[in-house]
């Protein structure tokens, strides 16, 4: 993985945009179990979804024998859904998102944890990328426009501390949560992103902000990001403590 200089993770000139904050942190999630993303993965989802376990979207043969059933839930449950993409969700239901009251934490291991709003964050340096997004269950969406924020101008005012090695992204659909490396984090194609297709995310896909990393597979890309907490080693994900893989890169291991 490439090296990164802590120094260059300079304040912006927003600074003093940053409201500094001292509330409680998240409880963390344990447990870390590898295996095989491709083929455990794919079982272990269509297992939950057999057993009911909040799937909201099949593929074109599922949907075919289910559309009566499943149209309505569509039409309630997702509304601004783009062509090609299937949501999933773990409760049942996505969270919303008020722009007068939303704010992202960012804390743990940092010299000064801060609450941003929704304009605060779209004050930092914008960052566009145009890259594809690929499920482990075996579907894709090609040239997917993004647009949001680097994690090195996103960090630079929080200043990590030195023994800050991972970020852990915690979900308003609680107890979504996923983690990566600090130099993951750092890859130049990986963002916050809070537009896609050059308009506002929409809830079904994780307004007001996710995660993009397109070098993995989507379940990598927490939506509906509300916290954002830097840690010395990654937390196992959702997905991680069921037995998929915590290194979810396309095609195997990165490097």
Same mark, same amino acid.
């Given at each position: 993985m490439a090296a990164y200089d802590r120094r260059a993770l300079k304040a912006p000139s927003l600074n003093e945009a940053v409201s500094p904050t001292d509330s409680q942190e998240v409880d963390a999630l344990e447990g870390n179990t590898r295996g095989d993303v491709r083929r455990y993965g794919r079982r272990t989802f269509l297992l939950t979804t057999m057993a009911g376990f909040s799937s909201l979207f099949w593929g074109n043969a599922v949907w075919s024998q289910a559309s009566k059933i499943v149209l309505p839930i569509v039409d309630v449950l997702a509304p $601004?859904?783009?062509?090609?993409?299937? @949501?999933?969700?773990?409760? %049942?239901?996505?969270?919303?998102?008020?722009?007068?009251?939303?704010?992202?934490r960012i804390d743990g291991l940092v010299e000064r944890p801060v609450e941003l709003t929704y304009d605060q964050l779209l004050a930092l340096p914008r960052a566009e990328q145009v890259s594809d997004f690929h499920c482990v269950t075996g579907w894709s969406v090609d040239n997917v426009h993004w647009a949001g924020v680097r994690f090195r101008d996103l960090l630079a005012a929080v200043r990590p501390t030195p023994d800050a090695e991972a970020l852990t992204f915690v979900s308003a659909e609680r107890p979504y949560?996923?983690?990566?490396?600090?130099d993951?984090?750092?890859?130049?194609?990986?963002?916050?992103?809070?537009?896609?297709?050059?308009?506002?995310?929409?809830?079904?896909? $994780?307004?007001?902000?996710?995660?993009? @990393?397109?070098?993995?597979? %989507?379940?990598?890309g927490v939506k509906w990001v509300e916290q954002i907490r830097l840690a010395p080693v990654p937390e196992a994900g959702y997905w991680e403590q069921r037995g998929w893989e915590k290194d979810a890169w396309i095609g195997g291991k990165h490097g």
């Open positions: $601004g859904l783009r062509p090609g993409w299937r @949501i999933y969700a773990i409760s %049942g239901h996505m969270p919303t998102f008020d722009r007068r009251t939303w704010r992202l949560v996923d983690s990566l490396t600090l993951e984090a750092l890859l130049p194609d990986v963002m916050l992103a809070y537009e896609m297709d050059g308009e506002p995310l929409t809830r079904a896909h $994780g307004a007001p902000v996710r995660l993009v @990393i397109p070098e993995m597979y %989507g379940y990598k």
